[in-house]
């Protein structure tokens, strides 16, 4: 595992904290090229009210924007966890390069609801996982009290 997927993935897991504490399910994802995170987003779903404002979603539109231009080819996406097959979906369209993400989703991720990536998306899976399944594990835990 590159120190460099370690100090990004831990960015994502920042975003993620933002989320846990402001009552949202803690995914964060931050999109980097030429080593530079362009983008850095966590979900908005409960306070924009909107079910597509997982945190994928809102790093692509930050990102395509900071490129000017919906292609994002040359960047890696960091994800605290494995995208469900809307993100997936989205990425696909996006054409990135590289997805990283932490923990899986063995009941919603992509892969689990046949979801699939651009061909020449490259994807590593793993990356600071336990990290990333305790937070959502503390979050629902939480909400069950």
């Not at 945190?55 to 692509?60: G, K, L, N, S, Y």
Request: proline share 3%; with cysteine.
């Amino acid at each position: 595992m590159l120190m460099t997927d370690i100090y990004f993935m831990q960015q994502a897991l920042a975003e993620a904290w933002l989320a846990f504490e402001e009552g949202e399910i803690p995914v964060g994802a931050v999109v980097v090229t030429g080593g530079q995170i362009i983008a850095r987003a966590h979900n908005l779903t409960e306070r924009l009210t909107d079910v597509t404002a997982h945190a994928e979603m809102q790093a692509i539109t930050m990102a395509a924007e900071y490129l000017g231009g919906k292609y994002l080819q040359p960047c890696t996406m960091y994800i605290t966890l494995e995208p469900c097959a809307m993100c997936a979906g989205a990425l696909y369209w996006s054409q990135i390069g590289r997805v990283v993400y932490a923990a899986e989703d063995v009941h919603r991720g992509y892969r689990a609801m046949g979801g699939k990536l651009h061909p020449k998306t490259e994807v590593t899976s793993g990356v600071l996982a336990t990290e990333a399944a305790t937070l959502i594990q503390q979050f629902f835990a939480s909400k069950r009290k």
